[in-house]
Nanobody, 127 residues
């Protein structure tokens, strides 16, 4: 199993930048595919970005492509997401998730692909 803790959330102005990070503990963190999702209260959790265990493959939702960058540091057991040019629509709780299930390259955008989740970090974007 793996335990995940997100940090880095906080209030940011429209057009600003923020970096959220996810620290993993437990065995073989570097072997996990990782994803970032976000959720607004009352709405479904939605995919934001994902990175394969090797770091060679990254995926983004169209709404954040070109503004957000996901990266991982396996030596530090962390996955981060740099968020630039933030918009009010980016306001949400951001969750990191981990998976060692088959089918990541097809299922990276689905919550069901990820058995392990962090507790979330809040990112309000003020207009």
């Amino acid at each position: 199993q793996v335990q995940l803790v997100e940090t880095g959330g906080g209030l940011v102005q429209v057009g600003g930048s923020l970096r959220v990070s996810c620290a993993g503990s437990g065995s073989s963190f570097s072997a996990y595919d990782m994803g970032w999702f976000r959720q607004v209260p009352g709405k479904e959790r939605e995919f934001v970005a994902a990175v394969s265990w090797s770091g060679s493959d990254t995926y983004y939702d169209d709404s954040v492509k070109g503004r957000f960058t996901i990266s991982r540091d396996s030596a530090k057991n962390t996955v981060s997401m740099q968020m630039n040019s933030l918009k009010p629509g980016d306001t949400a709780f951001y969750y990191c998730a981990a998976s060692r299930l088959w089918g990541f390259n097809e299922g990276y955008g689905r919550c069901s692909q990820y058995p392990y989740w962090g507790q979330g970090t809040r990112v309000p974007v003020a207009s």
